[in-house]
Structure formats: structure tokens, C-alpha cells
């Protein structure tokens, strides 16, 4: 059975700390590229960053650059993101997806064609 399952959410203070991880199971997990998306309270799903280890790839969105760090560990099939300087508009419900590698796309940037999907782990940034 494929899963993705989110953990590390919770309640920080503007300025404050998280970090996400990204299990992985049921799939190879070098053969995928993984993304980071994010949905707010009443907003769309937007994206966050992306990492595909067998490229050495990682891309941020503009507002998670300099605070935001993707990393992968292969050997746990987890993917992370440790996020810094948390803001009160980071707060959103924080998803993971992954997307084959034979699709061409080594480090997505949108949610076009996510092959799995995680649940989703909330991030609550207080003022």
C-alpha cells in the first residue's frame, strides 16, 4: 500500500520553528521527486518546494526562500522540511506528494499530476 504521512505540524510563535517530515512506503522512493504544497484556511493549494535527491535538485517558493530548507534522507524514504522564522501567514495545512520521475518532471513546482498524496500534517504560527 502507497503512503505518504505528514508529521510535525503544531502550534508555534511568530518567529519560532518547525520541522516537517514526509514518510514514504509502498513505492521506490528514489524513482520520485517530492513536493512540499500548502493550503490555508479558505485559500488554494500552493507550493512550497520540491526535492528530487537523484538529481540533486531543490527548489523554494519565493516566500519560504532563506527560511525553508528541503532535505531528503533516502535510506528512512523520508523527506523534510525544517522550517524557520515562522510568520503567522505560513499557517496552512502542509501537504507532501510524490511524482515519478519517468514523467520528466525532476522537481515539481506545481500539483500537476502528483502521483500519491499525503493527508497533511497543520501549521498554526501565532502573532
Known amino acids: 500500500e502507497v503512503q505518504l504521512v505528514e508529521s510535525g505540524g503544531g502550534l508555534v510563535q511568530a518567529g519560532g520553528s518547525l520541522k516537517l517530515s514526509c514518510a514514504a512506503s509502498?513505492?521506490?522512493?528514489?524513482?520520485?521527486?517530492i513536493g512540499w504544497f500548502r493550503q490555508a484556511p479558505g485559500k488554494d493549494l500552493d507550493w512550497v518546494s520540491c526535492?528530487?535527491?537523484?538529481?540533486?535538485?531543490?527548489h523554494y517558493t519565493h516566500s519560504a526562500k532563506g527560511r525553508f530548507t528541503i532535505s531528503s534522507d533516502n535510506a528512512e524514504n523520508t523527506v523534510y522540511l525544517q522550517m524557520t522564522s515562522l510568520k503567522p501567514e505560513d499557517t496552512a495545512v502542509y501537504y507532501c506528494?510524490?511524482?515519478?520521475?519517468?514523467?520528466?518532471?525532476?522537481?515539481?513546482?506545481?500539483?500537476?499530476?502528483?502521483?500519491?498524496w499525503g493527508k497533511g500534517t497543520l501549521v498554526t504560527v501565532s502573532s
Open positions: 506528494a510524490a511524482l515519478s520521475l519517468v514523467h520528466g518532471r525532476f522537481c515539481p513546482t506545481d500539483a500537476r499530476g502528483m502521483d500519491y
Open positions: 509502498g513505492f521506490t522512493f528514489d524513482d520520485y521527486a
Open positions: 526535492i528530487s535527491d537523484t538529481h540533486g535538485t531543490t
